[in-house]
């Protein structure tokens, strides 16, 4: 019998790439879409953590709400 450590480091590297995938397959769906920005917007407004949203997974909204707060900083001082 295998130890849970075991176990879970091969699920960990099974579910990855798949994981990568699906989101670059979201991502192409998001780039021809008409409501993108709309999408990424209301994402960025409610605190979506989760999914691809407007193109952009977890990760790059979080970048992009950080980017926009320094900015809006910046501009207020």
């Known amino acids: 019998m ?3 450590g075991e176990l879970h480091g091969r ?3 099974s579910l990855l790439p798949r ?3 699906v989101d670059r397959e ?9 409501a993108r920005e709309d999408c990424l917007e209301y ?7 989760f999914g691809i949203w407007g193109g952009m997974s977890e990760r790059e909204r979080r ?8 900015e809006r900083r ?4």
């Open 19 to 21: 994981a990568r995938r």
């Open 43 to 49: 994402a960025l407004d409610n605190g979506e953590k």
């Open 63 to 70: 970048r992009l709400r950080r980017a926009r707060a320094i």
């Open 2 to 4: 295998a130890s849970t």
């Open 74 to 77: 910046a501009q207020a001082s």
């Open 11 to 13: 699920r960990s590297r």
């Open 26 to 34: 979201a991502k192409e769906v998001c780039r021809g879409c008409v």
